[in-house]
Nanobody, 121 residues
Framework: QVQLVESGGGLVQAGESLRLSCAVS????????MGWFRREPGKDRTFVAA????????RYADSVKGRFTVSRDNGKSEVYLQMNDLKPEDSAVYYC??????????????WGPGTQVTVSL
């Protein structure tokens, strides 16, 4: 079983930055794509960013391109989401997801409990 734990959320003002981290247990980390998703109250979870196992392929939602950067450290089994120029509409619970082993940027098998990000004006 793979466990994920997000950290780094908090309350910031518009224009500020946050860096989310996701620590992943198990020995298959480098074989899994990792993704970041978010859920606003009353809405479905939506895609934010993803990175493949090697870190060479990265994808972003249009709403965060140019502001957010996804990265990973396979030696530490961690994935990160650097969020710059935050906007109130970025407020949500952010979730880290682990893809299936050797499945590329596809479906996600495991999820963390989430971390709250709140951006005020």
């Amino acid at each position: 079983q793979v466990q994920l734990v997000e950290s780094g959320g908090g309350l910031v003002q518009a224009g500020e930055s946050l860096r989310l981290s996701c620590a992943v247990s198990g020995r298959t980390f480098s074989s899994r794509a990792m993704g970041w998703f978010r859920r606003e109250p009353g809405k479905d979870r939506t895609f934010v960013a993803a990175i493949d196992g090697s870190g060479d392929d990265r994808r972003y939602a249009d709403s965060v391109k140019g502001r957010f950067t996804v990265s990973r450290d396979n030696g530490k089994s961690e994935v990160y989401l650097q969020m710059n120029d935050l906007k109130p509409e970025d407020s949500a619970v952010y979730y880290c997801g682990a893809g299936y082993v050797h499945n590329g940027l596809g479906a996600y098998e495991f999820w963390g409990p989430g971390t709250q990000v709140t951006v005020s004006l």
